[in-house]
């Protein structure tokens, strides 16, 4: 069996800067995007625990990396940032995990490669530190259920008592119809796109002549707090059990350079609202903001940490840690 990569709990600003109660397990993929011209370190959870540590919560990335160059290089670049390394798993027979990227006129077209180490998150392993952590919320999506991790995060979220948020990421051949319904069961709030929305009421054959009356009945039907709707650069719109609905308009961007991660981003940002108990026409308005920001850089995640000061300035994030 193996075990973890060594490493203590580390953070990405001065531990001052992270209160008690804003701990995070972003499950799932590790890979390595493999553009014409470049290699760049992604997967959903991999970004989103970037983005939450850089912002002063304590995210543990729980997945599984190859014993090769590239899960070296991760290891090294979430130790840079300071992340807590307890989560990642080396595994000796797998690689870590890529995706060949084709950049079109229409967008990115994405070749997700199978039986990739992340494929094979060890559920014991997954368990423990579930176990040691006590996470206020967990953070997963579909893709890396295609494999046996799936077993790893049902143990996770029967071991936790946290709140689940599944950033749903359709991404074909790998949807799968069981995972996704057992994957809304689980969640207390559910982040998707416009296009995920209309395809999941195929798939469940919701009724609903409107994105908003077939996002009442997946709230309803799934028993969710709410679901989360991102609309691109025309801004978000979130719907609870209550029905009740709250959006933020768009803004036109001056400078689009790469939207890959920016849905990452969002969810971010979202979540550390939920922990930090923003009013919800915050969390919609700075996640927003901020995903719009990093279609601004090059890359789903930034190269200095002086990106992130302008949000941590705005948004007080000191002074709310202070008064935690």
Not at 51 to 62: E, I, S, T
Not at 83 to 111: I, M, N, S, Y
Not at 168 to 197: F, G, I, M
Not at 290 to 298: E, K, V
Request: charged fraction near 25%.
């Amino acid at each position: 069996m193996n075990t973890p990569s060594e490493g203590s709990a580390m953070r990405s600003l001065d531990d001052a800067f992270q209160p008690a109660g804003q701990t995070v397990i972003a499950f799932g993929e590790t890979l390595v995007d493999q553009f014409r011209d470049r290699e760049v370190l992604g997967g959903a959870p991999f970004n989103v625990a970037c983005h939450l540590g850089a912002l002063g919560a304590h995210p543990v990335l729980v997945t599984r990396a190859g014993k090769d160059a590239l899960g070296d290089r991760l290891l090294q670049a979430m130790s840079e940032r300071g992340l807590d390394l307890r989560g990642v798993q080396r595994d000796p027979a797998r690689p870590t995990g890529r995706v060949k990227v084709t950049e079109t006129a229409r967008g990115h077209v994405f070749d997700i490669l199978s039986d990739q180490a992340y494929d094979y998150i060890h559920a014991s392993l997954t368990r423990m530190v579930g176990l040691s952590l006590h996470p206020q919320m967990v953070y997963f999506g579909t893709l890396s259920q295609r494999g046996d991790s799936r077993r790893a995060l049902r143990e996770l979220l029967a071991t936790v008592d946290a709140s689940a948020f599944l950033d749903v990421n359709l991404r074909d051949p790998w949807v799968d119809t069981d995972t996704l319904r057992w994957s809304l069961q689980q969640a207390s709030v559910v982040k998707l796109n416009e296009e995920e929305l209309a395809r999941i009421g195929d798939l469940f054959s919701f009724d609903g002549a409107t994105l908003q009356a077939r996002a009442a009945v997946l709230v309803s039907y799934f028993d969710l707090q709410r679901v989360v709707v991102t609309r691109g650069p025309e801004g978000a719109w979130t719907l609870d059990a209550a029905g009740r609905i709250h959006s933020v308009a768009g803004t036109p961007l001056d400078r689009i350079v790469d939207t890959v991660g920016a849905g990452d981003g969002f969810a971010a940002v979202f979540m550390l609202g939920m922990l930090r108990g923003w009013r919800l026409a915050d969390q919609l308005a700075r996640a927003d903001t901020f995903a719009r920001a990093l279609c601004g850089i090059r890359g789903a995640v930034p190269a200095s940490q002086d990106f992130y000061r302008p949000f941590i300035r705005d948004w007080r994030l000191l002074t709310e840690v202070m008064r935690a």
